[in-house]
Antibody, heavy 120, light 110 residues
């Protein structure tokens, strides 16, 4: 059974940093691309970032480029999202999602999410 | 602002069929065969229900079907059940090899 568990969310002041983690199990983590998506309170889904199976290729939505970094540790079956220079509009539930081996679509499994609140 | 446009809401009675559209606002969005659809109940994570325009993952009811014509993809739910009441999102690639979601459609089962 595929299981994705996010952690690392919380309350942070504007301009601060957080690192999200996603622990994966139930599939050969190192052979699949992975993504982060987010959902602001009461809003729709927004894709944030994706990473290739080997970590060599990364992709970002424009609003987080230069502030967020996605990376992975295949030896520990863990995906990360380093978030710097956080802004109020980054407030959202952040979901980790599994992709196919060589693509960013579809998101075939999702974690339950972790809430990030950016506020003073 | 999403490049994929969905109706904000649709409704139907139990047993009826409804269709949710997902239209690309740029000529190169929704031009490929990688449109997927997600169902999200309140307080829960999204769930994949259709991928690559019309394919269903194992375990998803065959009451859910997908199609595409030109720049518009569609999700049809037949034989509506009360548990189908949820938000539905489409997703596709954009021209810059990133992913976009539609704004989402709230389905109400009357």
């Amino acid at each position: 059974e595929v299981v994705l568990v996010e952690s690392g969310g919380g309350l942070v002041q504007p301009g601060g940093s957080l690192r999200l983690s996603c622990a994966a199990s139930g599939f050969p983590f190192g052979t699949y691309a992975m993504s982060w998506a987010r959902q602001a309170p009461g809003k729709g889904l927004e894709w944030v970032s994706g990473i290739s199976y080997n970590g060599y290729a990364t992709y970002y939505t424009d609003s987080v480029k230069g502030r967020f970094t996605i990376y992975r540790d295949n030896s520990k079956n863990t995906l990360f999202l380093q978030m710097n220079s956080l802004r109020a509009d980054d407030t959202a539930v952040y979901y980790c999602a599994k992709n196919p081996a060589r693509a960013l679509l579809p998101f075939d499994y999702w974690g339950r999410g972790t809430l990030v609140t950016v506020s003073s | 602002q999403s490049a994929l446009t969905q109706p904000a809401s649709v409704s139907g009675s139990p047993g009826q069929s409804i269709t949710i559209s997902c239209t690309g606002t740029f000529s190169d969005v929704v031009h490929d065969d990688y449109v997927s659809w997600y169902q999200q109940h309140p307080g829960e994570a999204p769930k994949l229900i259709i991928y690559d325009v019309f394919n269903r993952p194992s375990g998803v009811s065959d009451r859910f079907s997908g199609s595409k014509s030109g720049n518009t993809a569609s999700l049809t739910i037949s034989g509506l059940l009360p548990e189908d009441e949820a938000d539905y999102f489409c997703a596709s690639y954009t021209s810059s090899i990133t992913v976009d979601f539609g704004g989402g459609t709230k389905l109400t089962v009357l």
